[in-house]
């Protein structure tokens, strides 16, 4: 099969079902080793799927490539059928408000409030102040939050802060949910909650992937599985284990 | 309509944020305004006195005239046409015709008070002269040469240590002042652009949260450009109003404790000061916190 014809085939794939779809992505910085060598991953509609692997696996540069904040030496980076490298920088935010980002240091605004972090969200995407006020509440319920909307992030505590970093990347309801190491920061109590809610979030349709070091969250959510190491897909199963670097 | 709406939304959101950030960030907000307010100060200050200092010079120009003297013999006809020609120099401001009458009446009122009845004739009845003044002292040398070969002129009379130093004193205080105003604007640029990329430095991870959230970089940058701005105009009113009441404070004392000396210093009213510092320091203030704010914005927008 040629190129141009494999390009073709892939591209009525991503059409259907496929909302991210990686190529034969290879990234490699200025210095050092290639951080993502050849990988080649396709991630359909409504799947909730687990990306794991030691440190400089490539984990946080796949992220990073998804966000489009770096691009790919060679290969292509497809989300919800837009190629990456060919979005233009000012194209960039509207791309990125079909993903939602929940990262392990919450990255909250610390000088707002609950309620604010999570309508600046919106306010990004222009909607009406009126709308706003309808959903924010909303949102804030789901994650069970609705009382503490008025406290700033550091009277909360890290549970919680995720909880409003969870509200802030859905009240726009994003195709794709992206979370980094979202229990990184938490106790097993709080980190079982939060994996409890992406499940609830991803049981509505949205794509949901998680970069976890987690091992009894992966082991015990029977859930689609990458694993990465050193810069490659050394395997993808789906209801999938943690596998360790040794294994 | 609907897209109208959601613009003017987002405009006031932007103005709002603008506000709140200056009291959100107050350090931030307090340094910058200090900053700017007082390299104004400086910069104020400096401008007041610089500008009564020329103001001084050219009233002690206006003050500076040649005299001009008239063949014995001329009618005084030939003497005013001669007045008019002189008149129509691009270097006259003024003129004044002094006949030999109105001549030996100044002079005997200046130095033969009551002595003055054993002159049954005028002494001075050769010296009809024509005072002239210049819009320029610079210009008085090719004026004299103009008026020495003038037919009928007879001596002009004139100071040529006035003139070339009061040429000279005015072109000092122009590269004096041309120097100070751009070291001073050199420094207030570099303390408060340095004090503008700390203030964002600090909040390089909020510009990151914005754009991984996607928002646009006019959406994050207008923000803080309007609390540059705000900033910048909050640094120039402060130091404006402390000028203003420094210097009428300053006018007031000097009136009155050296009151001999008001009739050589000539003040300029605040009005004139402030004709042109207002407008000056509240561009440069509103100039530098835009530019200061929109630069260091730019360099965390690649995100």
């Given amino acids: ?17 496929e ?12 210095t050092g080793a290639p951080a993502l060598n050849g990988v080649t991953l396709s991630i359909n509609k409504g799947e909730f799927v687990f990306i794991v692997g030691d440190s400089g696996s490539g984990k946080s540069t796949l992220i990073k490539l998804l966000l489009r904040e770096l691009t790919a030496t060679s290969g ?7 190629d990456l490298a060919r979005i233009r920088h000012g194209k960039i935010p509207r791309f990125r408000r079909n993903l939602g980002i929940v990262f392990q240091d919450f990255r909250l605004l610390k000088d707002r409030n609950v309620y604010e ?15 706003i006020r309808k959903n924010v509440p909303s949102i804030l319920a789901t994650v069970g939050l609705a009382g503490k909307y008025k406290a700033r992030p550091k009277q909360l505590s890290g549970g919680e802060q995720q909880r409003v970093a969870l509200a802030r990347a859905l009240v726009n309801k994003p195709a794709i949910l992206l979370a980094d190491e979202p229990t990184g920061n938490l106790d097993p109590k709080n980190s079982w909650e939060i994996m409890k809610l992406l499940e609830e ?8 992937l998680v970069v976890t070091h987690n091992r009894e969250i992966v082991n015990a959510m029977q859930k689609r599985v990458i694993t990465m190491k050193k810069g490659v897909v050394v395997s993808d199963e789906e209801m999938g284990v943690y596998i360790d670097e040794e294994d | 309509m609907y897209i109208s709406m959601k613009r003017i939304s987002t405009l006031f959101y932007t103005l709002a944020q603008g506000f709140r950030s200056i009291f959100r960030n107050k350090w931030f907000s307090l340094a ?82 009551g002595y003055n009845d054993g002159f049954t004739e005028n002494p001075l009845a050769n010296c009809a002269n024509y005072e002239v003044y210049l819009s320029d002292v610079s210009l008085q040398g090719a004026l004299v040469t103009y008026i020495e070969s003038i037919e009928g002129v007879r001596r002009v009379r004139h100071s040529e240590l006035t003139a070339t130093m009061l040429t000279g004193v005015n072109l000092l205080i122009g590269y004096v002042s041309l120097g100070i105003i751009a070291i001073l ?15 964002i430095s600090v909040r390089k991870e909020e510009i990151n949260i914005m754009k991984y959230i996607g928002a646009t970089d006019f959406f994050v940058r207008a923000p803080f450009v309007v609390e540059g701005m705000l900033i910048g105009l909050i640094g120039a009113v402060i130091p404006l109003g402390a000028i203003y009441f420094l210097y009428q404070y300053v006018l007031e004392y000097i009136a009155g404790r050296f009151a001999t000396l008001s009739g050589l210093l000539n003040f ?30 730019r360099k965390h927008l690649r995100v």
């Fill in chain 2, 268 to 297: 300029l009213s605040i009005r004139e000061i402030f004709g042109t510092l207002g407008p000056v320091a509240l561009g440069i203030g509103v100039g530098i916190g835009f530019l200061g704010s929109f630069t260091t914005v």
């Fill in chain 2, 185 to 199: 604007l050199a420094v207030s640029i570099f303390l408060i652009s340095n004090t503008v990329t700390i203030g």
């Fill in chain 1, 117 to 131: 972090n999570v309508a600046f969200a919106q306010r990004i995407v222009e909607t009406p102040s009126r709308e």
């Fill in chain 1, 19 to 30: 909302i991210i779809l990686l190529d034969n992505v290879s990234k490699t910085y200025s």
């Fill in chain 2, 32 to 113: 910058s305004v200090a900053t700017i307010g007082a390299c104004l100060f400086l910069f104020g200050i400096f401008y007041a006195v610089i500008s009564n200092f020329q103001n001084i010079v050219k009233n002690a120009e206006k003050g500076v005239s040649v005299t001009v003297f008239f063949d014995a013999g001329l009618g005084e006809d030939q003497m005013k046409q001669i007045g008019d020609l002189i008149s129509q120099r691009p270097e006259v401001s003024e003129t004044r015709f002094v006949s030999a009458d109105e001549a030996w009446e100044g002079f005997r009122g200046d130095y033969f008070e």
């Fill in chain 1, 1 to 17: 099969m040629s190129a141009n014809s494999r390009q073709k085939r892939r591209q009525q794939e991503t059409d259907g079902n």
């Fill in chain 1, 201 to 208: 979030i991803n049981e509505t349709g949205t794509t949901v």
């Fill in chain 1, 76 to 82: 292509t980076v497809r989300v919800m059928g837009a």
